[in-house]
């Protein structure tokens, strides 16, 4: 599958279709948030598959065990690919949701890319992201989840860690000369890919072109340059 995700952060159903119908060639994932969710049920969700298209359902399930686990199992009764719970639900949740049947992709969200240290200090975490998400992530692979969502700053560590089979999806995501928005810890495609990253998500920054479609094809030509960090 192509590695751009593209985030439908947009207001209304006629804006996500157009948004996918001009960058689809470049897209087979879509990224759902609550916002579209609790506009327009899950029927936003079935055209989109019904374009031919994977829906990343990012509500970001966070709950008692028997509860993540039962949203879980409803999630592909109306065509949802992938969803996201978050991992400091727990390994008893996240165990009840990767054994539910059926279920989608499961990919666990370690720390918010909006979140600087002072904010996870101010949380009574850690100050370190990568420490948190090192400690999420081994939490997450314990308990059977698919793969995880986790800053570029963390996903080299996290791919030694997790080791090739499970997933890494990394938002916060901007070519060189983009602004930041509200994300604290971003980096550019090529960053991402070098670092380990299987998907990378965009939202802001292609909703905001002027050509959208254009704009996803940098993103895949950055994601496709071969220099690496180090």
């Known amino acids: 599958m192509k590695p751009l995700i593209v985030a439908l952060d947009v207001e209304t159903e006629k804006e996500a279709l157009a948004l996918i119908r001009a960058t689809k060639k470049f897209v087979d994932i879509y990224k759902v948030g609550p916002g579209l969710i609790l506009r327009y049920g899950p029927s936003i969700i079935k055209k989109i598959t019904s374009a031919r298209r994977k829906v990343f359902l990012d509500l970001k399930f966070h709950d008692i065990p028997s509860t993540v686990a039962r949203?879980?199992?409803?999630?592909?009764?109306?065509?949802?690919?992938?969803?996201?719970?978050?991992?400091?639900a727990?390994?008893?949740?996240?165990?009840?949701?990767?054994?539910?049947?059926?279920?989608?992709?499961?990919?666990g969200v370690t720390v918010l890319t909006s979140l600087s240290e002072h904010d996870l200090l101010s949380l009574g975490f850690p100050p370190s992201p990568l420490e948190q998400a090192v400690r999420l992530a081994t939490i997450a692979k314990g308990a059977g989840i698919d793969g995880v969502v986790a800053s570029v700053g963390e996903?080299?560590?996290?791919?030694?860690?997790?080791?090739?089979?499970m997933t890494i999806i990394t938002p916060g995501i901007r070519l060189p000369d983009d602004s930041l928005g509200d994300q604290v810890r971003i980096a550019t495609p090529q960053h991402a890919r070098s670092a380990g990253a299987n998907f990378i998500v965009v939202g802001r920054p292609i909703i905001e072109s002027d050509d959208p479609a254009l704009f996803a094809a940098k993103m895949m030509r950055d994601w496709s340059k071969k220099d690496s960090i180090h």
């Open 71 to 88: 949203s879980v199992k409803e999630a592909p009764k109306c065509g949802v690919f992938s969803a996201t719970v978050h991992i400091s």
């Open 90 to 107: 727990g390994e008893n949740a996240l165990r009840m949701a990767s054994q539910a049947k059926p279920r989608p992709k499961l990919w």
């Open 155 to 165: 996903t080299a560590n996290l791919r030694k860690l997790l080791g090739p089979q």
